[in-house]
């Protein structure tokens, strides 16, 4: 199994480059697939590799989106005066023009994101256990209302993005391979960083905070740096959503707590939270059997969400990686002491 | 901002957001005590607590529409809600007692998540209220009104406020429920039953959030998906007021109904809910700095 891997990967990594020409109809479908698995992995940073659960990480994904669209008008007519006109005024730009746009736009949304993570993070980063959960979930819908609230962006009608300018089917085959792209070199970007003294640094502080900060690690300054590397990002990623769903809705699609906000967080614990390649496997499972099933519930799939959010924290916290490393630990280069050995995830007991 | 001018010119219009916002507090006062409640006992922070205040409106709603006076509602959602709190412990909650912070946290977030759309599919999306059929007061010429049946739902809170009180400091299982906060493993070895009592106290939280929902039903409005707002509101309450202080819960309680009365009416209501939840994340920080100047931390 461990030797098969890399195979695997690469013939994975093959097929997302053909998919265009093999699949044309389900691009949309496999770009969002690529977006699940950066949502996973972000969330992991903070909420698996350093014990933070954060239920407000959809707030870095919404202002991402905000900056880009922001950005994309912007530079061309008055935010203020196209959004009035609630797509009314739909621009035409040329293919220079757009892509100059956009590329400005999602870096500006990358820099916007990572910065709004080091501001909040100084403060609510201090902020332990039950108490940031709780603070977190409170600045992701916070976050949404203001959004909803202010006219300059749409408000509650939301904000259209400008036309893509290429040809029929051209924009989808784009953003597809914008999201494999930013998917990918998010992976890699965190493997390095798990690889180095920033993972072992996070998972310090996962495992005893105070402990961390005796031996002399500045644990704030590595938490809030881990928030902003999500962040990052994650804003990148609101930036190309908004350009695939092509509206900005502030409660529905950019600040979205009850559909994106919620899947990150189930994705990361299904695959196995504060693993590598748990998000991964997590986000791909939870999108595909999403896409495949969730048509036949009628309208009750957000029903079918919580009942699986609870299903699975309850029974199964370990994630499918977990599961896998517990039954077959040599496969992970483990050697088991056969006495001894602890249960795994113990609790403290005799509360 | 244009309000905050009013404000001045008419002093008299912050009494009305002052009596107003006072007399809902008290309902926020009576969730966030039953949240303290089992996160005193039970060491579980129930993020479903909000959904359990609608749940319980929808009790005096359906009421209503048969024909009942929706304050019958309020007995009628504490029986319901017991009997839903008790089955969720049965089938959920025991299991996560024991369990770390992420889990009971994710879990009872899943029931919160579960419960909304439950109530938004059964239910219908709509904004519904439970009509009393009460007048209303005018004080000061009619610059300020006061609705008789927020008075009654005031009246209404501090009854069951004291009767729980009384509860939990006489009662013999209100004793057990005590005992078992202060120290779980002595009170099972004193032959207290730990997992009754968990059962009880979790099935008492969700008939305390039931009853006030009823009142919030006939006071103002509810909706599948503001059940979250009631979570945040009971647990800045508590924040604010530390576990286990009464007096503290009924005076965060009813502060916090009032400054959101007095944001909403600045801000515009539609910032009311940002507000809200931003009001949150800064009490958090700031209690937490104030902690962290003596190396500590909010635990």
Redesign the interface.
């Known amino acids: 199994m461990k030797r098969a891997a890399p195979y695997v990967v690469a013939l994975a990594l093959g097929l997302s480059l053909v998919v265009p020409w093999l699949a044309p109809t389900y691009l949309t479908q496999l770009a969002f697939l690529w977006i699940m698995i950066l949502f996973a992995l972000t969330w992991d940073v903070v909420g698996g590799q350093m014990?933070y659960?954060s239920?407000g990480n959809i707030l870095f994904f919404g202002i991402g989106m905000y900056v880009t669209a922001i950005i994309q008008v912007g530079l061309f007519v008055d935010v203020g005066a196209y959004t009035a006109a609630s797509g009314a005024a739909s621009l035409n730009l040329t293919p220079e023009q757009y892509f100059g746009g956009l590329f400005l736009g999602l870096g500006a949304a990358a820099i916007a994101a990572a910065v709004a993570a080091a501001v909040l993070g100084a403060?609510?980063l201090?902020?332990?256990?039950?108490?940031f959960?709780?603070?977190t979930?409170?600045?992701g819908?916070?976050a949404g209302?203001?959004a909803?609230?202010w006219e300059y962006v749409g408000?509650?009608s939301g904000m259209v993005t400008p036309l893509y300018p290429g040809a029929v089917g051209g924009r989808e085959e784009f953003f597809y391979y914008l999201s494999f792209a930013l998917a990918v070199v998010t992976f890699l970007v965190l493997r390095r960083l798990y690889a180095g003294r920033f993972g072992l640094a996070i998972n310090a502080i996962r495992d005893d905070e105070d402990k961390a900060e005796a031996m002399g690690l500045h644990t704030t300054r590595y938490k809030t740096m881990a928030w902003c590397v999500s962040a990052l990002f994650l804003g990148i990623a609101g930036g190309i959503v908004g350009n695939i769903v092509g509206f900005i809705d502030p409660r529905d699609v950019a600040f979205a707590g009850?559909t994106y906000g919620?899947w990150m967080?189930l994705m990361a614990?299904l695959g196995g939270k504060g693993t590598l390649w748990g998000p991964v496997i997590g986000a791909i499972v939870f999108h595909v059997t999403q896409e495949l099933f969730w048509t036949y519930l009628l309208?009750?799939q957000?029903?079918a969400?919580?009942?699986?959010?609870?299903v699975i924290?309850?029974f199964f916290?370990q994630g499918i990686l977990g599961w896998a490393r517990e039954r077959w630990p040599e496969q992970f280069g483990e050697t088991v002491d056969a006495e001894g050995e602890a249960p795994a995830g113990g609790?403290e007991?005799?509360? | 901002m244009d309000n905050l001018d009013l404000l001045f010119q008419a002093p008299i219009l912050g009494v009305q957001l002052l009596v107003d916002g006072i007399l809902v507090g008290a309902v926020f006062a009576l969730a966030a005590y039953g949240m303290a409640l089992v996160w005193g006992v039970m060491?579980i922070?129930n993020?479903a607590q909000g959904e359990f205040v609608i749940l319980g409106g929808y009790v005096a709603f359906f009421l209503a529409q048969a024909g009942i006076h929706p304050l019958f509602g309020v007995p009628a959602a504490a029986v319901v809600l017991f009997a839903l709190g008790w089955a969720l412990y049965r089938l959920?909650i025991f299991?996560?007692v024991?369990?770390?912070?992420?889990?009971s946290?994710?879990?009872t977030?899943?029931?919160?998540?579960?419960?909304?759309?439950?109530m938004?599919?059964l239910f219908g999306a709509d904004v519904q209220s439970a009509e009393s059929g009460f007048g209303t007061w005018f004080f000061f010429d009619a610059m300020v009104t006061v609705a008789q049946i927020k008075v009654v739902s005031f009246v209404a809170v501090l009854v069951l406020g004291l009767v729980l009180v009384v509860f939990l400091k006489r009662s013999r299982l209100g004793q057990a429920i005590r005992a078992t906060s202060q120290n779980?493993?002595a009170a099972r070895i004193m032959g207290i039953d730990t997992d009754r009592v968990y059962a009880f106290t979790f099935a008492l939280n969700a008939a305390i959030c039931g009853a006030a929902g009823a009142l919030v039903a006939m006071t103002w409005v509810i909706h599948p998906f503001i059940g979250?707002a009631y979570t945040?509101r009971a647990?800045t309450v508590v924040?604010v007021a530390g576990l286990g202080n009464i007096g503290g819960v009924v005076l965060a309680g009813l502060g916090l109904g009032a400054v959101e009365n007095f944001a909403g009416f600045i801000l515009?209501a539609?910032?009311q809910?940002?507000f809200l939840?931003?009001l949150?994340?800064v009490i958090?920080?700031g209690r937490?700095?104030v902690l962290?100047r003596q190396r500590k931390?909010?635990?």
């Open positions: 014990g659960n239920f403060g609510i201090g902020v332990r256990g039950h108490y959960a709780i603070a979930l409170g600045l819908i916070a209302e203001i909803s609230g408000a509650g009850a919620v967080v614990i309208g009750w957000r029903v969400l919580g009942l699986l959010i609870v924290v309850v916290p609790g007991g005799g509360r | 060491n922070i993020v959920v299991r996560i024991d369990r770390d912070l992420f889990v946290l994710l879990a977030f899943g029931v919160s998540i579960l419960l909304a759309q439950f938004n599919e779980a493993r979250l945040v647990f924040v515009g539609e910032f809910a940002a939840y931003s949150l994340v958090l920080i937490n700095l962290a931390y909010l635990k």
